[in-house]
């Protein structure tokens, strides 16, 4: 099992910046891929960016520019650095692992964070 425990949401200016923090723990070693989706308010949950165990980045377009995904081995923590924030990016964002296990994969998730952007 793989517990995620997110901080670092809250409410900021457009233009302005925030890092999302996501803790693992448990079976932490067999993690092969992180990442971070957000639920905008009424609308699908979505990928905003994905970080492989081997150091692989990818960035819904969205995002491209202004937000940087990074993890911390030693900490079990990946993070979430958003740049030059928009009204648009107000959403819950939410941390989320997967695992391999005999047979296939195991995903986790964590339970949200408010990001909200707003003057």
């Known amino acids: 099992q793989v517990q995620l425990v997110e901080s670092g949401g809250g409410l900021v200016q457009p233009g302005g910046s925030l890092r999302l923090s996501c803790a693992a723990s448990?079976?932490?070693?067999?993690?092969?891929?992180m990442s971070w989706y957000r639920q905008p308010p009424g609308k699908q949950r979505e990928l905003v960016a994905l970080?492989?165990?081997?150091?692989?980045?990818n960035y819904a377009d969205s995002v491209k520019g202004r937000f940087t995904i990074s993890r911390d081995n030693a900490r079990n923590t990946v993070y979430l650095q958003m740049n030059s924030l928009k009204p648009e990016d107000t959403a819950v964002y939410y941390c989320?692992?997967?695992?391999?296990?005999?047979?296939?994969?195991?995903?986790?998730w964590g339970q949200g964070t408010q990001v909200t952007v707003s003057s």
């Open positions: 989320y692992a997967r695992r391999n296990i005999p047979g296939g994969t195991s995903t986790y």
């Open positions: 448990g079976s932490v070693s067999s993690i092969n891929a």
């Open positions: 970080i492989t165990s081997g150091g692989t980045t």
